[in-house]
C-alpha cells in the first residue's frame, strides 16, 4: 500500500486548491471576507508567486471610532467594513476583483460585505439578487439602531 501526503491546509479543511487554483488563473484581485464570533475583516488582496499581497484591508473595530453601537458582525456593520475596504482598494488602484470563498460557505453577512465593496466602486462580478435587501443593510430589523448613511458619509470624507 503507497502512502500519499496530504497537504496540510487541505487536511485541516483551510484551502480549497481546486478553487483556488481557478482563481489564479484568472490573475485578477481578489476579496475575502472573514466574519469571526465578534468582527468582520475584508481585505483585497492581488495575487503572487511569493504569495499574495493585501491591497486594501478593513477591520470592523474601525466603526467604533465612528460611533458604532451594537454588534461588529451583523449585516450592517458586514456593509460598512466591505464599503471601507472598497474605498482603500480605490485608492491604492485596484478597479475590479472577484470574490473568494475558499471553504466558507456564501452568507448574508459574506454578501452584505461584498455589496458594500461594490458600492465603494470596485467592479465585482456578482448578482444583484444575492444581495440582503436594502431593509437588512440598513438595519431595521435590529433592536439597537444605527445610522450607516451616516457612517458611511464619514468614511468618506476620511478615506480617499
Known amino acids: 500500500m503507497a502512502y500519499s501526503k496530504i497537504l496540510r491546509r487541505l487536511r485541516e479543511e483551510k484551502t480549497n486548491?481546486?478553487?483556488?487554483?481557478?482563481?489564479?488563473?484568472?490573475?485578477?484581485?481578489?476579496?475575502?471576507?472573514?466574519?469571526?464570533?465578534?468582527?468582520?475583516?475584508?481585505?483585497?488582496?492581488?495575487?503572487?508567486?511569493?504569495?499574495?499581497?493585501?491591497?486594501?484591508?478593513?477591520?470592523?473595530?474601525?466603526?467604533?471610532?465612528?460611533g458604532w453601537k451594537g454588534s461588529r458582525k451583523n449585516v450592517p456593520a458586514a456593509y460598512l467594513t466591505g464599503y471601507i475596504a472598497g474605498k482603500k482598494a480605490l485608492g491604492q488602484g485596484a478597479k475590479d476583483a472577484i470574490l473568494y470563498t475558499g471553504t466558507r460557505k456564501y452568507t448574508q453577512r459574506m454578501a452584505a460585505a461584498l455589496k458594500g465593496v461594490v458600492d465603494a466602486g470596485v467592479e465585482v462580478p456578482a448578482d444583484e439578487e444575492t444581495f440582503p435587501p436594502e431593509e437588512r443593510i440598513n438595519g431595521e430589523h435590529l433592536t439597537v439602531k444605527n445610522d450607516v448613511s451616516k457612517i458611511k458619509s464619514a468614511i468618506d470624507g476620511e478615506v480617499k
Open 17 to 66: 486548491y481546486k478553487k483556488r487554483g481557478t482563481m489564479l488563473m484568472g490573475k485578477r484581485d481578489f476579496i475575502t471576507v472573514n466574519i469571526t464570533n465578534e468582527n468582520t475583516q475584508v481585505q483585497i488582496l492581488k495575487p503572487g508567486m511569493a504569495g499574495d499581497k493585501v491591497i486594501a484591508s478593513a477591520h470592523s473595530r474601525y466603526l467604533l471610532d465612528k
